[in-house]
């Protein structure tokens, strides 16, 4: 088993749908939870950087944290065709030198 | 503010020539930095971090190798190229432990 899992997709909606991207994992030691945008051949962006459980909420972008059922959200409001790319979830464990697990992605299309 | 440039963008090599890709930060002081490859449709798997000049730890043996030879300088070498070298590698950077990481626009290798 994978220590996080992200659904790869694609994942196609119309334009101003919200969008509900999503990871679980299995290690109960993971404190630090970010999700991270990335377009065609560019690097990941950092979106949104959670610690512990608890939501957090950037103009169109909240993110979720469930610990005790180890899963985690991303929720795009009123989604454009610019949020097309692909969305990484990371996690990490607090101590030691930050080694962040990665999802392996999942696809969004957003189309107009 | 802290910037972060790869170069170059796109690298086509023969089997067995040799490699280096240059990361360097700007804008800040003593940072975390780290080398990923990430193989198509696939998470960020870490290759190599630092956590200072000329301290290098390696995640996964393999046929490259790492150095930081000043303080936001990072370089990803190797003596002889494998085709299963392919793939888009990305250096990033982070403040601290439990911080999150910033990535370049990675070097898109191709080995022929």
């Known amino acids: ?112 | 503010s802290q910037t972060i440039h790869q170069w170059p963008a796109t690298l086509v090599q023969p089997v067995g020539s040799p490699l280096s890709l240059e990361c360097t930060v700007e804008g800040t002081s003593n940072p975390n930095l780290y080398w990923y490859r990430q193989a198509a449709g696939r998470g960020l798997q870490l290759l190599f971090y630092s956590v200072g000049i000329g301290q290098i730890s390696s995640e996964v043996p393999q046929n490259l190798s790492a150095s930081r030879p000043q303080d936001r300088q990072f370089i990803l070498s190797s003596k002889k190229l494998l085709l299963s070298d392919s793939g888009f590698y990305l250096c990033a950077w982070s403040l601290e432990n439990n911080q999150p990481q910033h990535f370049g626009d990675g070097t898109r290798l191709s080995i022929l």
């Open chain 1, 1 to 112: 088993q994978k220590e996080v899992e992200q659904d790869p997709g694609p994942l196609s909606v119309p334009e101003g749908a919200i969008v509900s991207l999503n990871c679980t994992y299995s290690n109960s030691a993971f404190q630090y939870f970010m999700w991270y945008r990335q377009y065609s051949r560019k690097g990941p962006e950092l979106l949104m950087y959670t610690y512990s459980s608890g939501n957090k909420e950037d103009g169109r972008f909240t993110a979720q944290v469930d610990k005790s059922s180890k899963y985690i959200s991303l929720f795009i409001r009123d989604s454009q065709p610019s949020d097309s790319a692909t969305y990484l979830c990371a996690m990490s464990a607090p101590g030691g030198y930050n080694k962040l697990i990665f999802g392996a992605g999942t696809r969004l299309a957003v189309h107009p």
